[in-house]
């Protein structure tokens, strides 16, 4: 499950990596914020259509596969192919792709779907494999496999997944979750349009290269979280350090021994070692919020979740844009971020911590 996660992630990576050999610095920009809008609809999307579900105990279906989505999948994953056309299909495309492929991945993780989770595998990793040998011969095709991997992938996770449910979750519910949801999303977005006003587009390109090469985190990440949504698992926690400290030093070694620089050339020339070490610390961090935040979550705390939320995206927007203003550096930004996210995790502690005690002060009064 993690694996084929980890091919999603891949995915807008390749198409900015095929943008960074193709497209002139300007178009690569407009790439790079396409794929930062995609992250941020695919977290909305998937947090308004199943992750409202999953905070809903009544409901005896979780998750499903909307009909919609598959056939957002099938249109992204065509208009991407035709990218060689005009860097606008890519722009459009993608963002589209990117929102098929995370539902289709939240209902598979949920109903452990491993047999259309092994096709999608199948699918992306055949994709990235052509796309990487035409980027090598710098051949425009490169965005072809890549759009067809993705709408194979979007379709397959629909066979035999249920594309609508009976129930709907409490209206209250769904905002309250997909507000949270986008003002933690809306971090990396905002981020990346201040660092294109204060910084320029080659270190834009820069920045969602390395926030998508990091990528390879949040196949675990997200598996991790939506399992812990159920219940919790100090064993799960320990085991998502291990694997997300193997997947960043595995990063780490490429850019040092320079594949990074060979597969995405010049885009990756403003990305320094301090800069990838404080990304490293960035996502490391993430972690720790997990659990507080899956616990205030199980106990349908959505308005304190909420709140937590919005102060940590208010943190980390005013921080990391006034890095950029300020000193002008991606390294002065990540250190913003590593500092943000202890703040945050303190507030996700203490707020967990608080809703429990009020809980139970409620319940013994009640008796």
């Known amino acids: 499950m993690m694996g084929t996660g980890g091919l999603v992630a891949l995915t807008p990576l390749a198409v900015m990596a095929a943008s960074a050999r193709l497209l002139s610095i300007d178009e690569q920009a407009a790439v790079a914020i396409a794929a930062g809008t995609g ?3 695919a977290a909305i999307a998937g947090a308004a259509t199943l ?53 289709g991945r939240l209902h598979a993780v949920n109903a452990s779907a491993w047999k259309t989770e092994l096709v999608a595998a199948a699918a992306l990793s055949i994709a990235l494999l052509v796309a990487l040998l035409l ?20 379709a397959s996770r629909s066979v035999g997944a249920p594309w609508r449910v009976a129930g709907r979750p409490a209206t209250s ?79 780490l070694v490429l850019h040092f021994t320079g594949v990074l620089m060979l597969v995405y050339g010049e885009a990756w020339e403003p990305v320094t070692v301090a800069i990838l070490l404080l990304a490293s610390v960035w996502k490391l961090l993430t972690i720790s919020e997990t659990a507080p935040f899956a616990s205030l979550r199980r106990r349908g705390s959505v308005r304190t979740v909420f709140t937590a939320r919005f102060v940590s995206a208010v943190v980390n927007v005013t921080l990391t844009t006034t890095a950029a203003a300020l000193s002008g550096t991606m390294v002065a930004v990540f250190a913003a971020f590593v500092l943000a996210q202890m703040v945050t995790i303190v507030l996700y ?18 008796q």
Not at 138 to 144: F, H, I, R
Not at 196 to 213: I, K, N
């Open 173 to 251: 519910t769904v905002i309250w979750i997909t507000m949270e949801t986008a003002v933690v999303a809306a971090i990396p977005y905002v981020t990346n349009f201040a660092i294109l006003a204060f910084l320029g587009p080659a270190d834009t390109v820069a920045f969602r290269l390395v926030l998508s090469t990091l990528g390879v985190l949040q196949p675990i990440l997200g598996y991790v979280r939506v399992r812990l949504l159920g219940r919790h698992s100090k064993r799960l926690i320990v085991g998502c350090y291990g694997l997300s400290a193997l997947a960043l030093s595995s990063v």
């Open 39 to 41: 992250a941020f609809l």
């Open 349 to 366: 502690t203490v707020m967990d911590s608080r809703d429990r005690r009020s809980r139970s002060e409620g319940d013994i009064q009640t």
């Open 51 to 103: 992750e409202a579900r999953l905070a809903e105990p009544r409901l005896a279906e979780k998750t499903y596969v909307p009909l919609w989505a598959t056939l957002l999948g099938l249109l992204g994953g065509v208009l991407l192919a035709l990218g060689e056309i005009s860097p606008v299909f890519i722009c459009i495309g993608l963002p589209a792709c990117m929102v098929a492929l995370q539902i």
């Open 135 to 154: 980027l090598l011969s710098t051949s425009p095709l490169a965005y072809v496999p890549l759009g067809v991997g993705a709408a194979v992938a979007a």
